[in-house]
């Protein structure tokens, strides 16, 4: 595992773990990477010190506190955590079959209720262009978080 700085296009920065760095590769190349704070997909690394072990360990004074990476480290980032809540407990997830589902459920063929899931880009914005309302959410599912 490996800890990156992190910085969006509108200088967030943030931090998360990942595999490997091909793996943070991946996920950002693949537009499935998100800044924590604004949801913006422009992510890359911000420079950041190494950690290098001294051999000796330094005063409580002179250590950074660490923050874990459960725990918000802003107002922003705790008032996001508390938006995908609310998010998470009002709507049913369908998962990958989001456009689908939407589709059904706008002409009728399924009933009324607040969805979210998973679209590709061309499938959200042929979405759009046929009236049916769809919103990016500033956050990415439980499983693609980094």
Not at 2 to 20: G, N, P, Q, T, V
Not at 107 to 120: D, F, L, M, V
């Amino acid at each position: 595992m490996i800890r990156y700085s992190l910085k969006c296009d509108k200088d967030h920065r943030f931090e998360s773990w990942f595999a490997s760095a091909e793996k943070f590769e991946d996920l950002r190349d693949s537009g499935r990477l998100a800044c924590a704070v604004c949801g913006s997909p422009e992510v890359d690394r911000a420079m950041m010190a190494p950690s290098v072990a001294s051999g000796h360990t330094p005063s409580e004074e002179a250590a950074a506190p660490e923050r874990p990476l459960s725990q918000p480290a802003s107002p922003a980032e705790q008032a996001l955590r508390e938006l995908r809540r609310k998010i998470e407990a009002g709507t049913e997830d369908v998962g990958r079959n989001f456009a689908r589902e939407a589709r059904a459920i706008h002409e009728g063929e399924k009933p009324n209720r607040a969805i979210r899931g998973e679209a590709r880009p061309d499938e959200a914005k042929e979405l759009l262009r046929d009236g049916i309302e769809v919103v990016p959410l500033p956050f990415l599912r439980g499983s693609k978080t980094n």
